[in-house]
């Protein structure tokens, strides 16, 4: 049986890539790293490093040991996360979501860290392609995505559907094609993207987001919207962050013959211990995001 002790200390290396910062990271000595992948480097009868001088390189061994035994180390560190006291009201939980589910969702947790103190909310804003890679990494206990992810590491259930809406400022009454066009496109990071899904359905002329006049771009969730207020042009955003904007009244939302949505998926790694505290924030979430929009 590999050595957990050697093992981490290899990792660590492998990731740090330094001799002296493994030992400040491990509270060790520089030669108690190097005493450690030596016995690691006996144990199993091959060599892990080349060394070049300060630096080194991993061996083709080398390279497996690290892939291999990082999930090793986890699997030990959820084992014993498993056996400890889970309190649900107790330690960490992070969560990472898009923008616009984060607008909604994120005040209402930190209700609940207001009633229970010692269960700590960290809360990520993130595209849907990161999030998917910090639970595969398992960097977060949840992730919320608007599209389903393909890897078999994950689990994925459908909670909610967020509507997509088209803003203009207050003052415009209703909308049609060639009004949209006088009026103008403010962009934001996934406009391209909701502005196909909500406009093709609704509009025959609609082929791509680039037919409007450019009239801005932020990429700011919670600022998309200031400039639309002002009558400097129109956007398409889901519906959490529209509400979440402060000046309601300086906006109009339009009512579209064809309403759309994008699916919302409640995401975590399957191969990890699901605490109390987590599975307790997973319970709220649902109806937090069903509740009356």
């Not at 406009?191 to 406009?199: K, M, R």
């Not at 579209?256 to 699916?263: D, F, I």
Request: net charge positive; charged share 20%.
């Amino acid at each position: 049986m590999i050595n957990q002790v050697w093992l981490k200390t290899f990792c660590t290396l492998a990731d740090v890539g330094h001799f002296t910062q493994t030992a400040n990271r491990l509270f060790m000595t520089q030669s108690g790293v190097s005493q450690h992948i030596k016995k690691l480097e006996q144990q199993l009868d091959v060599a892990l490093l080349v060394r070049e001088g300060k630096s080194f390189s991993l061996t083709e061994a080398g390279s497996k040991l690290h892939q291999q035994g990082q999930k090793l180390l986890l699997q030990t560190d959820e084992l014993a996360k498993s056996i400890k006291q889970d309190d649900p009201f107790v330690g960490i939980v992070k969560i990472a979501s898009p923008g616009s589910v984060g607008l909604k969702l994120y005040p209402q947790l930190l209700a609940i860290q207001q009633q229970s103190p010692q269960l700590i909310i960290d809360y990520a804003f993130a595209p849907n392609t990161q999030i998917e890679q910090d639970l595969i990494t398992r960097k977060i206990e949840l992730g919320l995505m608007t599209q389903s992810s393909k890897s078999t590491e994950l689990v994925n259930d459908k909670i909610a559907l967020e509507p997509l809406v088209l803003v203009t400022a207050s003052e415009i009454k209703s909308v049609n094609w060639n009004k949209l066009l006088e009026l103008g496109f403010i962009s934001h990071p996934d406009a391209a993207h909701h502005g196909q899904l909500l406009l093709s359905e609704n509009f025959a002329e609609f082929k791509h987001i680039e037919q409007f006049p450019h009239k801005g771009f932020s990429n700011q969730i919670g600022l998309i919207l200031e400039p639309v207020s002002r009558g400097l042009g129109f956007t398409v955003l889901p519906l959490y962050a529209v509400n979440a904007f402060d000046n309601k009244t300086a906006i109009r939302m339009h009512t579209l013959t064809n309403p759309v949505g994008e699916n919302i998926y409640l995401c975590h790694n399957k191969n990890t211990f699901v605490a109390s505290r987590t599975k307790y924030i997973k319970s709220l979430i649902t109806g937090y995001l069903n509740a009356a929009k």
